[in-house]
């Protein structure tokens, strides 16, 4: 089984092109959507329950707003909870259509090959971004430099949402943290739940990918200021207390 794990927040003009783009994937596993919504207060919830009504899939929601990491944690757990093979494979992506889901077949090959950890990266060598301000990437490239000396981090890309996960990685990860295997609310999930991956020996690889922001209906939810924020506690809280 392929789990796609999609985080969901006032998504309703992405999500008929999501949907389009998913239902587009061919791939030789049974497909099974989770999609954890973060407190909406559009349309999402109801255009998922249309536009995935004939697949296999899960709503997630308590109409809070707590963050993508407490999102991408309790879809997480439900997917452990549900997961009955050692052969199962979580996808996680971005809600905002961003993404080269092309990349999907290619990184189930390669968890087949042995990885637990496959990271879609702009950094890596054929990577890069497509109508992104020169600031945001800016941002992104001084952030993650930083946060990889720190950490002495040899991968290149820390946030993405755009990965694939062993199943027995994520069980690796439960019998460590137990239900605490995210538990940053903000952006900074990505960077907790790969610095966690790694200290369980993870096997981890990148594969280039370019950016597609203009696929992206409405602006980013990501705030600049307010990550910042959140990575400089990160920072502190995992590296100096």
Not at 36 to 59: E, P, R, T
Not at 151 to 158: A, E
Not at 220 to 233: E, N, P, Q, V
């Amino acid at each position: 089984m392929i789990y796609i794990l999609i985080p969901i927040y006032n998504e309703e003009d992405n999500i008929e092109n999501l949907a389009n783009n998913l239902h587009n994937l061919n791939l030789a596993q049974e497909i099974y959507f989770v999609f954890s919504d973060d407190g909406s207060k559009d349309n999402s919830i109801a255009l998922l329950n249309k536009y995935f009504k004939n697949d296999k899939f899960h709503v997630i929601s308590d109409g809070i707003n707590y963050g993508p990491g407490h999102a991408f944690n309790i879809g997480i757990q439900l997917i452990l909870k549900h997961s009955t093979s050692a052969n199962d494979i979580v996808i996680t992506l971005e809600s905002d259509n961003t993404g080269d889901y092309s990349l999907i077949p290619i990184m189930v090959a390669n968890n087949n090959l042995g990885y637990d950890l496959i990271l879609a990266s702009v950094y890596a060598q054929g990577g890069g971004f497509q109508k992104t301000s020169f600031f945001r990437k800016l941002i992104s490239f001084l952030a993650n430099m930083f946060f990889r000396a720190v950490f002495d981090i040899k991968v290149l890309t820390l946030s993405s949402f755009y990965r694939c996960y062993d199943i027995n990685l994520l069980k690796r990860l439960e019998s460590k943290y137990s239900e605490h295997i995210i538990e940053e609310t903000g952006f900074i999930c990505m960077l907790e739940i790969l610095l966690k991956a790694i200290k369980v020996d993870a096997k981890v690889l990148e594969l280039p990918m370019q950016l597609k922001s203009d696929n992206r209906n409405g602006k980013s939810k990501m705030k600049i200021f307010k990550t910042s924020m959140l990575y400089l506690k990160f920072l502190f809280k995992y590296k100096f207390s």
